[in-house]
């Protein structure tokens, strides 16, 4: 007999999508989104920066791998549902330890499949991000429009998802050592720190300049996270507090919280940036690389003035500001992932090398 339809998906906007639910089986509320990644599907779902987001995949197939212990990017996933076109439950990679319908289980996550994820995202690019619902097949509309118009995002998401206590990541004979704000931290990210000869000493959102110099490490790294940068005003004065004192790296979240550090402002965009094939030229040396982004607010290029930023990379679809360099401080922040090789990190190794050669 066929599997009978389940549960159901019902957008802010009335419309309501039947289909199959996987991982935890709850109801679910949450920003929509939708990322265009082929692959990565256990960091998507893993990742902090979609604390309180739900997002359609648009590859169609998910699953296919499975989940392993290794490829993590948190502790603890906080995503706000996953929302497919075809669920694969039997894994064929050697290094699957469990399905992805076992993780989002243990995790508290919510998916559902079997609905067109196309015009999802359709939906999402002409009329921009709005909540959502995974809910059952059985929740009237209107009790699942009230739910949804009742919901409201977590203030400072930052708060919740960052660490409450320092923790260390160290590396063999390091060079270098590195303090990490998390505000959502990727594991990847210090474990390419640690790749690159330093040691890294992760500390909550709200550690204060005080206590980071107490340290005495060598550079200052503040990564990805959730939500609104503004909501996050303890970052943005010790970034402010510490530029100058210290070589400073920021990525994605922490690119948009340097910018606000340095007087620029920040714009919500309609459907935001999500996938892992986005066009990024480099404007000091013309060239394009493919990078992975995961966001929902830019950079405001017309507030640069007076804040000694100069804009050095641009989004070839739409020429969004991608990366920005100080003209004051050693400081760089980037809107994309960086992977282990990328010359961002090298400039940030420099900057601590010529910090060190200097002091």
Known sequence: MAEMMNKKLVLENGMEFPGYGFGADKDAIAELVYNTSMVGYQEIVSENSYFEQMVVMTYPIIGSYGVNDEDDETKYPNIGGLIVRDYNDMPSNFRYTKT????????????????????LTRI?????????????????????????????????????????KRWYSRTPNHRYSVVAVDCGIKLSSVKNLNRLGCNVTVVPYNTTAEQVMALQHDGLFIYDGPGNPEQAPTVIKLIQDLQGKLPILGVELGHQLVCLANGAKITKMASGHHGCNHPIRNLDTGKIEMAKQSHNYM????????????????????????ACESTVYPTVSAQFDLDGDHPLYAKFIEMMERSKQNA
């Open 100 to 119: 992805l319908s076992e993780a989002m289980e243990e995790d508290g996550i919510a998916g559902i499949y079997g609905m067109d994820t196309r015009m």
């Open 299 to 322: 950079l405001d290029d017309t507030s640069l003035e007076g804040t000694g930023l100069r804009i050095t990379h641009v989004n070839v679809l739409d020429g969004t500001p991608e």
């Open 124 to 164: 999402i690019r002409s009329q921009g991000n709005m909540k959502a619902m995974i809910t059952s097949i059985d929740t009237t509309k209107e009790e699942a429009l009230a739910a949804i118009a009742a919901w409201e995002p977590t203030r400072n998401p930052v708060a919740k998802v960052s660490c409450t």
